[in-house]
Nanobody
Framework: QVQLVESGGGLVQAGDSLRLSCAAS????????MGWFRQAPGKEREFVAT???????DYADSVKGRFTISKDNRKNTVSLQMNNLIPEDTAVYYC????????????????WGQGTQVTVSK
């Protein structure tokens, strides 16, 4: 069992930066592929980024060059550095963990956090 707790969301202006963190419980953190998804009001949850067990990262086209996903296996945390935020980034951001990288990337990870709100004003 893995529990995920996100933090770091908030209200910022366009062009600002935020760093989201996801703290994972359990001693098998390094065995999971980790990811971030987001859901804007009235829209479906969408893929943002994943980082594999081996450290390879993947990003949605909409965030490439602006967002960076990273993980610290010693601290059981995965982070999402978000730079040059735009209003379209406004959403609830969710952390996910999965044994399968493919399933995690497709939004079918094994575990999910409760989400943290990010609001970007113009």
């Amino acid at each position: 069992q893995v529990q995920l707790v996100e933090s770091g969301g908030g209200l910022v202006q366009a062009g600002d930066s935020l760093r989201l963190s996801c703290a994972a419980s359990g001693r098998t953190f390094s065995s999971y592929n980790m990811g971030w998804f987001r859901q804007a009001p009235g829209k479906e949850r969408e893929f943002v980024a994943t980082i594999s067990i081996s450290g390879n990262s993947d990003y949605a086209d909409s965030v490439k060059g602006r967002f960076t996903i990273s993980k610290d296996n010693r601290k059981n945390t995965v982070s999402l550095q978000m730079n040059n935020l735009i209003p379209e980034d406004t959403a609830v951001y969710y952390c996910t963990a999965g044994r399968s990288l493919l399933m995690t990337t497709r939004g079918m990870g094994d575990y999910w956090g409760q989400g943290t709100q990010v609001t970007v004003s113009k």
